[in-house]
């Protein structure tokens, strides 16, 4: 599969801006369920829905232009 140079820079600028919002919104779950004394006991959701919206979607695209850029 060949794609364009200027759509591989595309792809790759969305993957740090991915990863970037996937940090924050990570941070600022874990930030506000650990300011929560009423909802501390769910700390995990901080992880895991930041993960599910953002890990796959990073994952998905990572493997994808590393497909792209060895051909």
Do not use: D, N
């Amino acid at each position: 599969m060949q794609i364009s140079s200027k759509l591989y820079i595309l792809l790759q600028q969305v993957l740090r801006c991915l990863i970037y919002v996937g940090i924050g919104h990570t941070a600022f779950e874990v930030v506000s369920i650990w300011r929560a004394p009423e909802v501390s006991h769910l700390w995990y959701y901080g992880l895991v829905v930041p993960g599910l919206y953002y890990l796959i979607p990073i994952v998905v695209l990572t493997i994808f232009l590393a497909i792209v850029s060895k051909r």
